[in-house]
């Protein structure tokens, strides 16, 4: 790898905890000034009249923003700097021990205070998102399917400020019941609805990024604070992932789909992340 300005970020502890947990924080990925500016960038996003548009969600004083009607992915010129990364990079290339990576996602949200009282500190069943299809009956369980997520905080997250809520060692928990059984993907309503498992909320400051593996229960929870949440969400694949994305941009044929703004804005390494360039 040449492309690259740095080696290796994660100590080997760091390593072993990700994989032992199944998420890891890790801090200061970027500057107050720039985590700042993305939050707001996002809070931009929100009309000024607070109607919120009817194509976007909003649930519990959670907001997901949509790009445009169906398209959660803001992927536009001035968020391009977050895909390509190269902290973040270096990061998933030493946990996925794979340099050749693709990146996808970019959807943000916005969780505003809200009192409402709840049993749960949850505003989301708790859920995977992997990168296996839904349709698919089994996973593979093999390090190319394995695909890392997560999302940057660009505001500080404090107790009970809405902070994602994840299951330690809860990836480890799913392999183990769905390698169990025939159809393990199929099981818990396609994981979308984990009852059983006791998560803990992820707090942290302006610039951290929350990893999470691709198996990992979580769910969005209430912010009982007066700060807004303010995040968004990125997940890397190897290039070699059985299964591919039809929200991935690289599986187009790329320079027809970026335009030139956004090229423009792409570094080497963004090229190749975003399927621009092959590796
Ligand atoms: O906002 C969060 O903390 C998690 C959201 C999430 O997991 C989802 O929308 O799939
Ligand atoms: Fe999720």
């Not at 916005?110 to 709840?118: A, L, S």
Request: proline share 6%; charged share 25%.
């Amino acid at each position: 790898m040449t492309i690259t300005k740095s080696g290796p970020i994660l100590t080997q502890e760091e390593i072993d905890t990700f994989w032992r947990d199944g998420y890891l924080l890790i801090r200061g990925v970027l500057t107050k000034k720039e985590a700042k500016h993305f939050a707001s960038l996002i809070l931009d996003l929100l009309p000024r009249d607070l109607s919120i548009p009817d194509h976007w969600k909003a649930f519990d004083g959670r907001f997901k923003p949509f790009y445009t009607i169906g398209n959660q992915t803001f992927d536009g010129p001035e968020f391009i700097p977050l895909y390509q990364n190269e902290r973040l990079y270096h990061v998933m290339a030493q946990l996925l021990q794979h340099s050749q990576l693709l990146v996808r996602d970019g959807s943000v949200a916005i969780t505003m205070r809200n009192d409402t009282p709840h049993e749960s500190d949850l505003s989301q069943d708790l859920h995977i998102d992997p990168a296996v299809p839904e349709d698919v009956d089994d996973f593979l369980f093999t390090p190319e399917e394995v695909e890392i997520g997560g999302c940057y905080y660009f505001t500080d997250v404090e107790p009970g400020g809405g902070g994602i809520h994840v299951v330690p060692g809860g990836h480890r928990i799913v392999e183990e019941e769905a390698g169990a059984v025939p159809r393990g993907r199929q099981l818990h309503d396609k994981w979308r609805n984990i009852p059983h498992l006791k998560s803990v909320e992820v707090t942290g400051q302006a610039g951290d990024f929350v990893l999470t593996h691709h198996l990992m229960p979580h769910a969005a929870s209430h912010n009982r604070r007066p700060e807004a949440r303010v995040v968004q969400f990125f997940r890397y694949s190897r290039d070699d992932q059985p299964w591919g994305s039809s929200d991935r941009p690289g599986d187009r044929s790329a320079d027809r789909y970026y335009n030139d703004l956004q090229t423009a804005a792409m570094t080497s390494l963004g090229r190749k992340l975003l399927g621009v360039d092959s590796w």
